[in-house]
């Protein structure tokens, strides 16, 4: 999946007369759309021009020619493309996103069952990236060329370039399965997770919200030990990107007039930096995190494997690979619909750092 | 993928080195006693309806949640047993069977067992017309008939076949996963638009099995509770809890830290890093799946019987067996897996480079022969690959290899248009008419014939004699006699037709030593949970 491009800006002339609220949610609305739409033609097409034939695909190997047409029809590949694809279209604008041929069930089903466990997995990796990341980028900013700044540039560079898989199973073996300090792969321990399933109300899917909501507290706390390290492998990549960006917004900042200002007043070194600078540093970092953490929010399928974490990133790859289009392109309207999303957000909090945005 | 693949193995390996030298400090988890754990990837399961389902993950769930009319020993290689029928027998006119229901059986929903259920459920495989009920309409039954071939009065049920198969035939289709005997009043009680509860079987069990079905995420998790007062005698353990988990390496740390008792899904990898540990074992037993290289015959060089002897000698079995297959694959030279009726064990073919070019020479074809080979993309088979297009360069055969995703290869083996092709193949139902049929049966090779379930006509081979004799041996009523015609279909068939059969995977599963009696049910049956104790 690729990123959204930045939502255009609506038309200011025809939407000026109306009050601002409105305007922001029609040019919102209209972006999604957009952005969602080619998004989706993209991904139809690219499904169309690969080589693997989805009939083939659903019927097997054993399939005769017969029913190797009649699941064709069925699936209505005789049609022309452009029908084909207006006809998803039409039906994905009411909601129904159409029926995995892999799996046979709703894509919207599949999708509402597996996107929970990436939403928690991802905002708990997207808050350490930033609890560690942004202190760790403003002390190297601080501190350039000492042993904090090569330390935090060190760290940084293995976040960037360690294969996730690797970070993952080495943390794996070394904190699961030396140490034992956390829990294994998986949600929750084998009797735990039996009990989630049978005895736990999963009102929302993810499981710290659903046991703390029964009040099950032992079944948080196992909860807890085991998305601690799939979310620091996974946020271990975006606090290394995270503190790099805020490190060089920070450098840019501190060369400004207003921080001499600030020094030259008096003003304790810590408030120039953790109050003054960092506020102003938080515009572009915020547009940062949001992209960040809508990259987390795609699932990362080799995490998922690793840590036997069943999210969205595993689904749309297996997808993927089965030619299962209808999936495929679920899939694909959530993380539109994630990005544009994230976007907007960051466009909002934009207004309520900086003053000169409102 | 590729680069997945390849960072999973270079991952795998790192560990399993890494992990040679060091010991779990920490306190072992434990699985709840009562309770069997399991790794395993099963998001292959498409359906959990007994008459739909047609993958290995889904057969194994509905083997311990349902019963059939006839059973395989789980604990002996192919030995028919009684299920929900305590005997059968058939009739002098050899189209006739009949089966005495077992009594006082009752479902999971306290319902008891009649033979009007089991001839519903027999109708139904028809009816519903999903993938795997061609192994009951090969006996001639259409939705249109099945009701006047299988009946039921009082307590039997009699079935007729069309022709006068073999009945050993007969007995172990009945025995697959499709045969499974679901409970009338709970499934059409739950039938929404006319499909007899398909709808709701696919997240609910509704049999007579020694567990019934709690929970189902699909590619996720399942856990199966023990009845009591089951009609074999109760399960061993209360709780089966499957856990969805794909990679090798998770499941050999899980394993080893006791979070999980079984892992089905363990690589050569993590077994070889598992040596040694008292608290692991190992168990080996044989899969369904053959590998062979197939030669399309209207390839008119690959037509040549001198030039299909000669590649028969210019691969090296052993020498993969005995490297990068290790453990994964055994020598197998016949298309019948062992463990089937018929099946040879005999393996005549070595690597002979002086032999392979001798006949190649004799072949008459043009040297160096060019040829290609296409292969799906995983990393077993592009190793084999590789072995044999080395060997086959020095016996004087240039192979060029096309490796694709699977569908890709798959399409282009259907259609026809490839050379050589290396593929594998995993039987349909405990019988030797499972792979006999379509390694041998071809109808009518021409083009536009399209038998494109048939392996021999993907391949444009003519079996002549062979295929009469295929015909035959499904009908042989003397099950001796019927061994004996497999085993010298399958010599013939070896020596002479466009299959080169290379291997028969393993199945390897790894456990806590404290587990015992875990039967995968090797190359004819599905896994069995209800013996297993820890």
Partial sequence: MTAAPDAPAPPAGRLSGLPRVLRLIGGTALSLAITLLGLLLVTFIIGRVVPIDPVLAIVGERATTAQYEATRLALGLDEPMWKQFAIYVGNAVQGDLGQSLRTKREVSEDIIRYFPATLELATIATLFGVLVGVPAGVLAATRPGTWVDQIVRIVGLMGYSMPVFWLGLLALLVFYGILGWVGGPGRLDAGFSMMFELDVEQRTGMILIDTALAGEWAMFRNAISHIILPSAVLGYTSMAYISRMTRSFMMNELGQEYITTARVKGMPEWRVVWVHALKNVMVPLITVIALSYAYLLEGSVLTETIFAWPGLGSYITDALFAADMPAVLGGTVVVGVVFVTLNMASDLLYRLVDPRAR | ?534
């Fill in chain 2, 1 to 534: 993928m590729k680069l997945d693949l390849t960072l999973r193995r270079a991952g795998a390996f790192a560990l399993a080195s890494f992990l040679a030298g060091t010991a779990p400090a920490a306190l072992m988890a434990q699985t709840p006693a009562d309770t069997l754990v399991i790794g395993d990837a099963i998001d292959d399961i498409v359906s959990i309806d007994p008459h739909e389902a047609f993958e290995f993950s889904g057969t194994d769930l509905i083997n311990n949640t349902y019963d059939t009319l006839v059973e395989l020993d789980p604990t002996q290689r192919g030995v028919l047993v009684p299920g929900l029928a305590e005997s059968w027998e058939v009739a002098e006119d050899g189209v006739t069977y009949t089966f005495k229901m077992r009594p006082g059986v009752t479902f999971a929903s306290g319902n008891p067992v009649r033979a009007e259920d089991a001839a519903f459920s027999l109708q139904r495989v028809v009816k519903l017309n999903k993938t795997p009920a061609f192994i009951l309409t090969q006996f001639g039954f259409t939705p249109e008939n099945v009701e006047e071939m299988i009946t039921f009065d009082g307590d039997t049920v009699t079935f007729k076949t069309d022709q006068p198969y073999a009945p050993s035939f007969v007995y172990n289709c009945l025995t697959a996963a499709v045969g499974a005997i679901v409970d009338k009043e709970t499934v059409m009680a739950n039938e929404v638009n006319g499909d007899m509860g398909n709808e709701w079987l696919k997240s609910n069990t509704a049999g007579t099995g020694a567990y019934v079905l709690l929970s189902y995420k699909p590619s996720d998790s399942y856990i199966l509770e023990a009845r009591e007062g089951h009609w074999r005698g109760d399960a061993k353990l209360k709780r089966v809890f499957m856990r969805h988990i794909p990679e090798g390496a998770t499941n050999r740390l899980l394993l080893e830290r006791g979070d999980i008792d079984v892992s089905r899904e363990v690589t050569s990898v993590d077994i070889e890093g598992m040596e040694g540990n008292a608290d692991i074992r190992v168990e080996t037993d044989l899969a369904g799946y053959i590998y062979y290289i197939s030669a399309n015959q209207k390839n008119e060089a690959l037509a040549n019987p001198k030039v299909l002897e000669a590649m028969r000698w210019a691969i090296d079995y052993q020498g993969m067996t005995e490297s990068f297959l290790q453990g994964e694959q055994t020598v197998h030279q016949a298309f019948l897996p062992r463990g089937y009726l018929g099946a040879i064990e005999e393996t005549p073919y070595a690597l002979d480079i002086e032999k392979a070019k001798a006949l190649l020479e004799e072949s008459g074809v043009e040297l160096p022969l060019n040829i290609s080979m296409s292969v799906r993309n995983s990393q077993n088979r592009t190793d084999m690959a590789q072995s044999v297009q080395n060997t086959f360069a020095q016996a004087g055969i240039n192979l060029t290899l096309s490796i694709g995703e699977g569908a890709e290869v798959l399409g282009e083996y259907r259609a026809r248009q490839h050379d050589l092709t290396l593929q594998s193949w995993g039987p349909d139902y405990p019988d030797p008419h499972t792979n006999a049929s379509t390694f041998v049966i071809n109808g009518d090779n021409s083009d536009e014939a399209q038998l494109t379930g048939s392996l021999a006509w993907r391949n444009a081979y003519d079996p002549g004699e062979l295929m009469t004799m295929t015909q035959a041996a499904v009908m042989e009523r003397d099950t001796d006699k019927r061994r004996a015609m497999y085993e010298d279909i399958q010599r013939q068939h070896r020596d002479t037709s466009p299959f080169i059969m290379m291997f028969q995977e393993n199945n390897r599963t790894a456990m806590r030593s404290n587990i015992s009696n875990f039967y995968t049910g090797g190359t004819v049956d599905s896994v069995t949970y209800w013996l297993t104790e820890k």
